[in-house]
């Protein structure tokens, strides 16, 4: 499948992060690097999670406008929080409590961003104008890009 998500991406993601661990610059570098890699995609980017409101707040992303607060549990985003699964979703139209930012968005993919002593810091999210864009593959390629990432964060 020509959409496929190269694995490549992982290890241009490790030079491009090279270090630097410095939070919103990797987190900007990497959905940047996502939006100019991946193909049928129409938004990339990040959600911290703020522990204070238990909710999520936009970080860094290439795309349209967005939602700026997501509750926890709540949408794709807020259930990949709280479940600390990956969410891979074939048709948003489809998953109860799906919040809408962008009406041309009809599948999506979200990892979960935990540090190693169990910080949790937020999701990636990755959405798709197509319906059932991402696959079993893909979900695998994007699991490694976030420990890649993750990796290069010192701290919160």
Known sequence: MSDAINPLITEQLDALL????????????????LMQTL??????????YQKASD?????????NV?????ENGSGVCGTALAT?????????HQFAGHI?????????????????DG???????????SLDRFTVAD?????????VLLKHIDKV
């Open 18 to 33: 090279y270090e630097e661990t410095d939070l919103v610059a990797n987190l900007a570098n990497a959905s940047a690097l």
């Open 39 to 48: 193909t049928d995609v129409n938004w990339t980017g990040f959600y911290l």
């Open 55 to 63: 909710d999520l707040i936009l970080g860094p992303f290439q795309g």
């Open 66 to 70: 967005a939602c700026v607060h997501i």
């Open 84 to 92: 600390q699964a990956v969410q891979r979703v074939p048709d948003v």
């Open 100 to 116: 809408a930012c962008d009406s041309a968005s009809n599948s999506e993919v979200v990892v979960p961003l935990t540090l190693a």
């Open 119 to 129: 910080t949790q810091l937020g999701v990636m999210d990755i959405d798709s104008p």
């Open 139 to 147: 979900q695998a390629v994007l699991e490694e890009f976030a420990r």
